[in-house]
DNA sequence: CTGATAGTTAAACTAAGGTTGAGGTCAAGC
DNA sequence: GCTTGACCTCAACCTTAGTTTAACTATCAG
């Protein structure tokens, strides 16, 4: 094991992949796309602040919630610039996933329970069942599948 | 309103396209990736048979859950080939998503969940809460964000 | 028959979220 | 002081789910 770098308090890119499970390849490109930031050594190499590693895990964690990388950049952007974030800073960010996970729950839910419901016909959402409605009448009111897609 | 092909019993990509609110450039995509069939006209334009609506609209219904195309592809595989699927054709495909789907909104509510717990701490899976584990210890545990990932 | 509308293809392009490779540099251990 | 592994950049490539474009052909109403 080369560059410790232990002593001091930065970490490289390989112990940053290596603590966060990321590649560094990815780390790189979150860093051009300015999600994570770095110092550079007289030699242009990068270094970390310990708390990029919690940065790191926020994108992760953020991403595996079906959050796009910009938008998490966004909100990263909330942090503080001044000072290491404080876990009220984390708290407080988090809080913009809440709504958005919340809804995307109750849209599942909700799609699966008029799968449930068209299961015993078949329809699945394009004609309001074949039952009642044999050669797609429904075709009038527009494209589109229609059932799952209104309210 | 012109070719309504409406005498025949088949339906021609324009058609399709309005009923089921799929671009036609999508329709031909579909149609390449093998998710879709048509007859050709001595004139080399797509004829689709009526249960082909069907088809499409269980396709958008099975993306709006997620599926991905490939996935899908597979799927309709199951359906028979000799006959227009029956509704119980559909109903018995259609049970292919259930448990995934189950399975997506356990994990999105458990993301949820933890991801409350957390609040209170900042702390979002990577080290196991900065108050007792003020310096990642976690790294020893090999890589990748843990707590939210481990079962 | 003509003109408008609708259809055909292949290939290039998009966007997100990266990975891979070439060619070259840095840093640590012996 | 050299070797080796980790690092650097830049550009090209990958996958998914399509859209767009160019150049051309088919079909239909009148």
Redesign the pocket.
Known sequence: ?????STAREI??????GRSG??????????R?GLIR?R????????YSRDTLRRVAF??TS?RLG??????RDVLGLLPEDRTPTREDWARISECWRSDLDERIRTLQRLRDHLTDCIGCGCLSLDRCSLSNPDDALADHGPGPRRLLEE
Chains 1, 2 share one sequence.
């Open positions: 094991m080369t560059q410790l770098a490289t890119v390989g112990e940053l992949a990321v590649a560094p390849s990815a780390l790189r490109f979150y860093e796309e770095s550079r050594t007289s030699g242009n190499q990068r270094r994108i992760r991403q959050i796009p990388l910009a938008t998490i």
